[in-house]
């Protein structure tokens, strides 16, 4: 019954109350973080009603996504599926869920509108109307998704536990979850857990970040990888009086199903980049604490070795070195990338 009003109480937010982006009362579901100038460029051509429909508070769109097959959790008018839509090509795939029918009507009506815009046939695009914590009422098989994205979406989910026990059975082996959300440093008193305003303005439900931690290690994921983070300034003055004694984190995050360690361990793997990621000839960031420099060695635990050479980035990366021979723990203090190749160092999570 509380799972079902908080439900109810999202979609009255985000299909009544809420005309645009612009009726929000907080910069929580706002994007303060650099959009890369290709998504720009993409955005900038979207029809204009899908635009100011969007809510997000991130960019949670990862490289290397041509013909792959990618699920947006609770994609509302559909800003971000018609952005992969273009990324993903005519051969790929995108699957929009969202359970408010006004957000997803929006992006049913626009689809066939984006696909000639992109030169397609027709739209690669499926809109699916549902909940992200059943994902297979929507007959969204196990094992058949190369990348789960989700912009500010997870914390107005009243089951998260749910939510990521999805993500993890859809998504192939090796494949990405790349999101956006709000977190929280400490966990939300129960009774504000239930103001409809808190919750749709993405305050409310932010996972404590531990309890993030928890729930991804329950469903086989040990290591995740933060991308960005700011500080949430929530700039309401009656929001603040309510909530204001909780810091907020707005985070992009990226995990991946692979078979990885709780620990950073150290077996001495050595990662090279090849510099071969369009857009990224001089380095790629896997996250706020590995930047890998075109051409130039770096040390690396076994779960980021795993992460570069047993997903889609592999071809772009060699990885010297095997799991065969145990050194302990992997020093994540010492700096990313070492000024010598001779004597490479590395830091981890």
């Given amino acids: 019954m509380n799972e079902q009003k908080s439900h109810n109480d999202v979609k009255n937010y985000y299909g009544e109350v809420l005309s645009t982006s612009k009726d929000l009362k907080t910069n929580a579901c706002c994007i303060n973080e650099s959009i890369p100038t290709e998504i720009k460029g993409i955005i900038s051509a979207l029809n204009s009603e899908v635009v100011e429909k969007f809510y997000g508070c991130g960019s949670p769109i990862p490289p290397l996504l041509s013909g792959l097959t990618v699920l947006d959790l609770g994609c509302g008018s559909g800003r971000d599926c018609f952005v992969l839509s273009k990324l993903v090509g005519e051969s790929g795939k995108v699957i929009g869920v969202d359970m408010t029918k006004q957000q997803l009507d929006v992006g049913i009506r626009h689809a066939a509108e984006h696909a000639t815009l992109f030169g397609y046939k027709k739209s690669n695009i499926e809109f699916k109307f549902g909940q992200i914590e059943d994902l297979k009422s929507l007959k969204i098989e196990d094992n058949s998704i190369d990348l789960v994205i989700s912009n500010c979406v997870v914390n107005l989910s009243p089951n998260k536990s749910q939510v990521f026990s999805e993500i993890f059975r859809v998504l192939k082996p090796g494949g990405e979850l790349y999101f956006s959300d709000v977190f929280s440093l400490r966990r939300i008193p129960a009774a504000l857990t239930k103001d409809p305003v808190l919750l749709g303005e993405c305050l409310a439900g932010a996972l404590y970040l531990e309890d993030f931690r928890r729930i991804l290690g329950k469903n086989g994921c040990n290591d995740y990888r933060i991308v960005s983070d700011r ?77 570069l050479a047993n997903t889609r980035y592999s071809k772009h990366f060699r990885v010297e070195g095997t799991t065969a021979t145990h050194f302990g723990l992997f020093d994540c203090d010492s700096s990313s990338a070492n000024e010598t190749t001779e004597n490479p160092t590395g830091g981890c999570c």
């Fill in 231 to 307: 500080k949430l300034e929530i700039g309401d003055s009656q929001i603040e009086n309510k909530i204001g004694m909780i810091p907020f984190r707005s985070m992009t995050i990226r995990a991946f199903k692979l078979n990885l360690e709780d620990r950073c361990e150290d077996f001495g793997q050595v990662a090279y980049y090849k510099g071969t990621i369009q857009d990224a000839p001089h380095s790629f960031i896997l996250d706020n604490h590995h930047e890998f420099i075109a051409n130039k060695p770096h040390l690396v635990c076994g779960n980021t070795a795993a992460m």
